[in-house]
């Protein structure tokens, strides 16, 4: 299974015969020197026979230790590794099958699981959670302090003032630091880690095909303080969320140890395949034959200025794969049988749906996907743009920093100003607004007589919003817009924990053409406030992000 970077050096594993029925802990004779397990009292240890040896907790179903090369890894301000903050008194059993060790862990309805093979520095992790009685989906490896010192974005190690409640700090020089802030979307990493002298430490992903969110959703990956780090596989959690929580068992995801280098790419999402584990009779557990494949010929349509992503989702499963640039060719392997919604993302952006069905063993072959014109805003005639229209405040005024940092950061451009079209219009126009920061932005522009003889529409497109804040607008202060009703949006944090990803929603203002200056001369200008009820002050007033503006031809 694993790649070269896992493989153990100068030393030969060797594999006990010994099996038991599923459910049943063998006895302490099922170990020796190298491959095995040992009962300690109040552990189970697990040696591998490369170089790693971890302990399992009886009692509570945590990891008490990660031993590699002789030295400990695990250990975080005196915290175990475990899912969520610790479950607590839980049921632990341990059963060898021949190369595979199997820890089994009970904490009312969730089953967790820890498996080592023969040979490999990794440990594959699954959980199946049934209900709400654990509250997010998560598990955390608790890494000792000073074993890896990096300073990179999302860490908050060296931010000693806290500024947003007990989870968003700034350092003296002014950035921000959050273990939220990681910059990456899901669909963009396979794994996470750190490497130094000599040796990598990885959480390499899941399929998440349990988890909620999507494709595009951002969470907690890894973060660094004075005590130690952590690495995240997030499965399901409760910031700027727009799913419901799915259920069901969601894995493997490995914790691997290397000499430095990534982990194999054999364990990734999409390419791991575990036949070892089809007998070792996991609940929830489905082998690769009782899965099927969703594949696309191509697509009509596209902006191939753009990423396209396929995705499948229903209330049980979710699943993406990338479209090919050159002819939107897609395929989607591993899928649980069921009806899915098929979506189609230009960027970000829901330009198709449709419905597939899957079964067990077989391939859903779509023909080409023609997406039609008026599906993508994009293709409407516009008078003027500010920014395009992909489900992203991408190009916008500090867009790409709010992925890994809070708004009051030091590197923040200002939030306030106003906008000139056609001189830089969208890199001038912030990505947030906010009802208690930079409300009321101005935006200045000039129409032909023509234009200015007719009504136009104009849009304003959000992929999030904070405390229900949606913009209402008003035109050469003659006209203005009713207050828009708010779109379903999640309801905590997001634009100040580094996501902008909530639910695309676009506004709609026919504004007439009585509200216009007649002289080409002159400039109109457009104010757009945030309105709401709701949100307290200052970034966490009611805020929404910024997909794109246009006032249509």
Same mark, same amino acid.
């Given at each position: 299974?694993?790649?070269?970077?896992?493989?153990?050096?100068?030393?030969?594993?060797?594999?006990?015969?010994?099996?038991?029925?599923?459910?049943?802990?063998?006895?302490?004779?099922?170990?020796?020197?190298?491959?095995?397990?040992?009962?300690?009292?109040?552990?189970?240890?697990?040696?591998?026979?490369?170089?790693?040896?971890?302990?399992?907790?009886?009692?509570?179903?945590?990891?008490?230790?990660?031993?590699?090369?002789?030295?400990?890894?695990?250990?975080?301000?005196?915290?175990?590794?475990?899912?969520?903050?610790?479950?607590?008194?839980?049921?632990?059993?341990?059963?060898?099958?021949?190369?595979?060790?199997?820890?089994?862990?009970?904490?009312?309805?969730?089953?967790?699981?820890?498996?080592?093979?023969?040979?490999?520095?990794?440990?594959?992790?699954?959980?199946?959670?049934?209900?709400?009685?654990?509250?997010?989906?998560?598990?955390?490896?608790?890494?000792?302090?000073?074993?890896?010192?990096?300073?990179?974005?999302?860490?908050?190690?060296?931010?000693?003032?806290?500024?947003?409640?007990?989870?968003?700090?700034?350092?003296?020089?002014?950035?921000?630091?959050?273990?939220?802030?990681?910059?990456?979307?899901?669909?963009?990493?396979?794994?996470?880690?750190?490497?130094?002298?000599?040796?990598?430490?990885?959480?390499?992903?899941?399929?998440?095909?349990?988890?909620?969110?999507?494709?595009?959703?951002?969470?907690?990956?890894?973060?660094?303080?004075?005590?130690?780090?952590?690495?995240?596989?997030?499965?399901?959690?409760?910031?700027?969320?727009?799913?419901?929580?799915?259920?069901?068992? +969601?894995?493997?995801?490995?914790?691997?140890?290397? &000499? @430095?280098?990534?982990?194999?790419?054999?364990?990734? /999402? #999409? *390419?791991? !395949?575990?036949?070892?584990?089809?007998?070792?009779?996991?609940?929830?557990?489905?082998?690769?034959?009782?899965?099927?494949?969703?594949?696309?010929?191509?697509?009509?349509?596209?902006?191939?200025?753009?990423?396209?992503?396929?995705?499948?989702?229903?209330?049980?499963? +979710?699943?993406?794969?990338?479209?090919?640039?050159? &002819? @939107?060719?897609?395929?989607?392997?591993?899928?649980? /049988? #069921? *009806?899915? !919604?098929?979506?189609?993302?230009?960027?970000?952006?829901?330009?198709?749906?449709?419905?597939?069905?899957?079964?067990?063993?077989?391939?859903?072959?779509?023909?080409?996907?023609?997406?039609?014109?008026?599906?993508?805003?994009?293709?409407?005639?516009?008078?003027?743009?500010?920014?395009?229209?992909?489900?992203?405040?991408?190009?916008?005024?500090?867009?790409?920093?709010?992925?890994?940092?809070?708004?009051?950061?030091?590197?923040?451009?200002?939030?306030?100003?106003?906008?000139?079209?056609?001189?830089?219009?969208?890199?001038?126009?912030?990505?947030?607004?906010?009802?208690?920061?930079?409300?009321?932005?101005?935006?200045?522009?000039?129409?032909?007589?023509?234009?200015?003889?007719?009504?136009?529409?104009?849009?304003?497109?959000?992929?999030?919003?904070?405390?229900?804040?949606?913009?209402?607008?008003?035109?050469?202060?003659?006209?203005?817009?009713?207050?828009?009703?708010?779109?379903?949006?999640?309801?905590?944090?997001?634009?100040?924990?580094?996501?902008?990803?909530?639910?695309?929603?676009?506004?709609?203002?026919?504004?007439?053409?009585?509200?216009?200056?007649?002289?080409?001369?002159?400039?109109?200008?457009?104010?757009?406030?945030?309105?709401?009820?709701?949100?307290?002050?200052?970034?966490?007033?009611?805020?929404?992000?910024?997909?794109?503006?246009?006032?249509?031809?």
């Amino acid at each position: 299974m694993s790649g070269s970077a896992n493989r153990p050096v100068g030393r030969r594993a060797f594999v006990l015969g010994a099996t038991a029925a599923a459910g049943t802990a063998l006895t302490g004779t099922a170990h020796a020197a190298g491959f095995g397990w040992t009962d300690d009292g109040s552990t189970y240890v697990v040696d591998t026979g490369a170089q790693l040896v971890f302990k399992v907790s009886k009692s509570t179903g945590d990891l008490t230790s990660l031993v590699y090369r002789g030295t400990e890894y695990q250990g975080y301000g005196g915290m175990n590794s475990h899912i969520e903050s610790g479950l607590g008194a839980s049921t632990v059993s341990i059963r060898q099958s021949g190369s595979t060790i199997l820890v089994s862990v009970t904490h009312g309805t969730l089953r967790h699981y820890y498996a080592a093979r023969s040979g490999e520095n990794n440990v594959y992790l699954w959980t199946n959670k049934a209900d709400t009685s654990v509250s997010a989906t998560r598990y955390i490896v608790r890494v000792k302090k000073g074993a890896f010192l990096n300073d990179e974005p999302d860490s908050y190690t060296y931010a000693p003032t806290a500024i947003e409640a007990s989870d968003v700090f700034r350092k003296s020089d002014g950035q921000t630091r959050s273990k939220h802030y990681s910059k990456r979307r899901v669909m963009d990493y396979d794994h996470i880690g750190w490497s130094a002298g000599g040796v990598g430490l990885w959480m390499v992903r899941s399929n998440h095909e349990k988890a909620s969110g999507g494709p595009f959703y951002r969470s907690l990956l890894r973060h660094q303080s004075a005590d130690g780090g952590g690495l995240y596989e997030i499965l399901h959690y409760g910031q700027n969320q727009t799913e419901d929580q799915r259920f069901g068992l +969601q894995g493997p995801y490995v914790i691997a140890f290397t &000499d @430095g280098g990534a982990p194999s790419s054999a364990l990734f /999402p #999409g *390419t791991l !395949t575990t036949p070892w584990a089809d007998s070792l009779g996991i609940p929830g557990y489905v082998p690769t034959s009782g899965r099927g494949k969703v594949a696309g010929v191509g697509m009509s349509g596209r902006n191939t200025a753009y990423p396209y992503t396929v995705g499948l989702a229903n209330a049980a499963a +979710q699943y993406w794969g990338s479209a090919r640039s050159s &002819d @939107g060719y897609f395929s989607i392997p591993g899928v649980l /049988p #069921g *009806t899915y !919604t098929l979506t189609v993302f230009k960027g970000e952006l829901a330009v198709y749906t449709t419905s597939v069905s899957v079964s067990a063993g077989g391939t859903t072959t779509l023909n080409t996907i023609a997406i039609p014109a008026s599906n993508d805003p994009s293709n409407a005639s516009a008078i003027w743009r500010i920014g395009d229209w992909n489900g992203t405040p991408g190009g916008f005024k500090n867009a790409d920093l709010m992925t890994y940092a809070h708004p009051s950061d030091v590197r923040a451009a200002s939030w306030t100003g106003n906008v000139v079209i056609g001189d830089g219009e969208t890199a001038a126009f912030p990505c947030y607004l906010w009802k208690d920061v930079n409300s009321g932005v101005l935006v200045y522009f000039r129409l032909t007589a023509a234009q200015a003889a007719a009504a136009h529409t104009l849009r304003i497109g959000v992929t999030t919003a904070y405390a229900n804040g949606r913009p209402q607008v008003t035109v050469n202060d003659t006209w203005t817009s009713a207050i828009p009703s708010p779109p379903t949006q999640p309801n905590t944090r997001s634009l100040t924990n580094g996501s902008y990803r909530g639910n695309n929603h676009t506004f709609t203002y026919s504004v007439p053409a009585s509200a216009w200056k007649t002289d080409p001369s002159q400039y109109n200008v457009l104010r757009i406030d945030v309105v709401s009820g709701s949100g307290a002050t200052g970034f966490l007033s009611a805020g929404t992000a910024i997909d794109a503006i246009d006032l249509l031809a």
